[in-house]
T-cell receptor
Framework: NAGVTQTPKFQVLKTGQSMTLQCAQDMNHEYMSWYRQDPGMGLRLIHYSVGAGITDQGEVPNGYNVSRSTTEDFPLRLLSAAPSQTSVYFC????????????FGQGTRLTVV | DAKTTQPTSMDCAEGRAANLPCNHSTISGNEYVYWYRQIHSQGPQYIIHGLKNNETNEMASLIITEDRKSSTLILPHATLRDTAVYYCIVSITNTGNQFYFGTGTSLTVIP
């Protein structure tokens, strides 16, 4: 098992550009989430999904879109990148109704200039 | 989800037990206490979780007070590789792992 795989690892965007951060898991987990982490801060929840076709907003959803067409993949789209979106993005997955651990990817470091 | 309070930083001598406290005074009856750690800005790593009873695994022990308003993560024999930021999180059981992270405790293990 590869676990949770995020691509790319690093990305530089210009203000106004769009892009998609990829997240894939091979553990057949129902739950997937996206977080962002700013310097010196904890992770903040952007969007999450409790199964294919179901997504919902987290704490900081503005400027981001998600979709969940398959169990394995949960891409995060930046519609029009802004410098405030410079951050490290983490994807996570888990298989339970709580009472279970979440697995995190290694992160995508995004810089918007 | 209930909020947690942790000390900003702690030091621990290598080989000694590291005891990391967490206050979660507004925890609800259906919320678990989770501990994760993050080493060098890598993805967070699961350590342990519990509901009411104390828990132990190969990495650590979790002690939850009887009123569930606080807990302590114990690393029994800290090594240099345990230097990391440790996050205490409480989470509702039936909505997947939607975690609300605080800033955690930065643990430094000293040789």
């Amino acid at each position: 098992n590869a676990g949770v795989t995020q691509t790319p690892k690093f990305q530089v965007l210009k203000t106004g550009q769009s892009m998609t951060l990829q997240c894939a898991q091979d553990m057949n987990h129902e739950y997937m989430s996206w977080y962002r982490q700013d310097p010196g801060m904890g992770l903040r929840l952007i969007h999450y999904s409790v199964g294919a076709g179901i997504t919902d907003q987290g704490e900081v959803p503005n400027g981001y879109n998600v979709s969940r067409s398959t169990t394995e993949d949960f891409p995060l789209r930046l519609l029009s990148a802004a410098p405030s979106q410079t951050s490290v993005y983490f994807c996570a997955s888990s298989d339970g109704w709580g009472n279970t651990e979440a697995f995190f990817g290694q992160g995508t470091r995004l810089t918007v200039v | 989800d209930a909020k947690t309070t942790q000390p900003t930083s702690m030091d621990c001598a290598e080989g000694r037990a590291a005891n990391l406290p967490c206050n979660h005074s507004t925890i609800s009856g259906n919320e678990y206490v989770y501990w994760y750690r993050q080493i060098h800005s890598q993805g967070p790593q699961y350590i342990i979780h519990g509901l009411k009873n104390n828990e132990t695994n190969e990495m650590a022990s979790l002690i939850i007070t009887e009123d569930r308003k606080s807990s302590t993560l114990i690393l029994p024999h800290a090594t240099l590789r345990d230097t990391a930021v440790y996050y205490c999180i409480v989470s509702i059981t039936n909505t997947g792992n939607q975690f609300y992270f605080g800033t955690g405790t930065s643990l430094t293990v000293i040789p």
